[in-house]
């Protein structure tokens, strides 16, 4: 079975403030793959990233970047100058490439960015 | 950009009553979803759906629960007899497939939520 923990309920930062998101994983799956989703306030879910286990490298996209590690099942989430926007519901999933790829969810971080 | 897109955005229902939650996925896509999101908890894995059956579902996709694709384009959700503890954020999700293997990021709806009185 898969699990995603992220320990951290909520995070209370101001602005221009970096911050990271913990994310850890468990599978005994060889090929899985990795994702972050943004859940604003309005409540959709938004996909932020994809990583497949076989690829470490760490990944930078404009202000977030991320960095998994495998061997500390980690996939942590890092946004740089953080902004007001950026408040929102963090998601960490996994799922396994078997079966039909189901999300297994975190149970989720809460960012408040106070200005 | 193509999107997936639920109606209604929020349906109020009585208890014991039959609700249909709707979904428009991504055209070409081929996989499908449905999650619930009880408030302020982690999003649930329902029910995957894949050449128009049940591909896997979970301890939650009990007998009062049912998917269809009735016409190649909506995807829908039909709980029979809702209880109140239905009441929840219910997402429709799509994906397409990843080259040699199955696992590309799934695009989600914006939700629809369920409230049960």
């Known amino acids: 079975a898969q699990k995603v923990t992220q320990a951290q309920t909520e995070i209370s930062v101001v602005e221009k403030e970096d911050v990271t998101l913990d994310c850890v994983y468990e599978?005994?799956?060889?090929?899985?793959?990795l994702f972050w989703y943004k859940q604003p306030p309005s409540g959709e879910l938004v996909f932020l990233i994809r990583?497949?286990?076989?690829?470490?490298q760490n990944e930078i996209s404009g202000r977030y970047s991320w960095n998994f590690q495998k061997s500390t099942s980690s996939f942590n989430f890092t946004i740089t100058a953080s902004q007001v926007v950026d408040s929102a519901v963090y998601f960490c999933?996994?799922?396994?490439?078997?079966?039909?790829?189901?999300?297994?969810f975190g149970t989720g971080t809460r960012l408040l960015v106070s200005p | 950009e193509p999107e997936v897109t639920q109606t209604p955005s929020h349906q109020v229902t009585q208890m014991g009553q039959e609700v249909i939650l709707r979904c428009v996925p991504i055209?070409?896509?081929?996989?499908f979803y449905w999650y619930r999101q009880i408030l302020g908890q982690k999003v649930e894995f329902l029910v995957s759906?894949?050449?128009?059956?049940?591909?896997?579902k979970s301890e939650i996709f009990d007998d009062q629960f049912s998917v269809e694709r009735p016409d190649g384009s909506n995807f829908t959700l039909k709980i029979r007899s809702t209880k109140l503890e239905d009441s929840a954020m219910y997402f429709c999700?799509?994906?397409?497939?990843?080259?040699?293997?199955?696992?590309?990021?799934?695009?989600f709806g914006q939700g629809t939520r369920l409230t049960v009185v």
């Open positions: 999700a799509s994906k397409t497939t990843g080259q040699g293997a199955l696992n590309t990021e799934a695009f």
């Open positions: 599978t005994r799956d060889t090929t899985y793959y």
């Open positions: 990583r497949n286990s076989f690829d470490e």
């Open positions: 999933a996994l799922s396994v490439n078997t079966g039909f790829q189901k999300l297994v």
């Open positions: 055209s070409n896509h081929l996989y």
């Open positions: 759906f894949y050449n128009n059956e049940i591909s896997e």
